[in-house]
């Protein structure tokens, strides 16, 4: 069992920055491939970064490259997602979630990730 436990999340102006965090407990983070996701309102969730269990590949959805970076500490039990230059339409309810890869896979569907966390609210004012 993994715990996932977001925080980062706020108001912030357009063109500002943000920084999730995403602390997990429970199991070896290293075994683990992490992904950020964010759905919206009457919106489908959306994959927007993930990250390898070694933290040696990432992968970014077309709407945030460039503007969003995802990190890993795996000492720390910690993954990250850096936002900056955020728009209005970033807003929406970000998560968390971690997918059991013990070969260091990257998996690409919500449907892969085993645990999630509970999300945190990203809302940004035009």
């Known amino acids: 069992q993994v715990q996932l436990v977001e925080s980062g999340g706020g108001l912030v102006q357009a063109g500002g920055s943000l920084r999730l965090s995403c602390a997990a407990s429970g199991r070896t983070f290293s075994w683990y491939a992490m992904g950020w996701f964010r759905q919206a309102p009457g919106k489908e969730r959306e994959l927007l970064a993930g990250?390898?269990?070694?933290?040696?590949?990432?992968y970014y959805a077309d709407s945030v490259k460039g503007r969003f970076t995802i990190s890993k500490d795996n000492a720390k039990n910690t993954c990250y997602l850096r936002m900056n230059s955020l728009r209005a339409e970033d807003t929406a309810v970000y998560y968390c979630a971690a997918a059991y890869s013990p070969l260091d896979s990257l998996p690409g569907r919500a449907e892969a990730y085993n645990y999630w966390g509970q999300g945190t609210q990203v809302t940004v004012s035009s």
């Open positions: 990250i390898t269990g070694s933290g040696g590949r990432t």
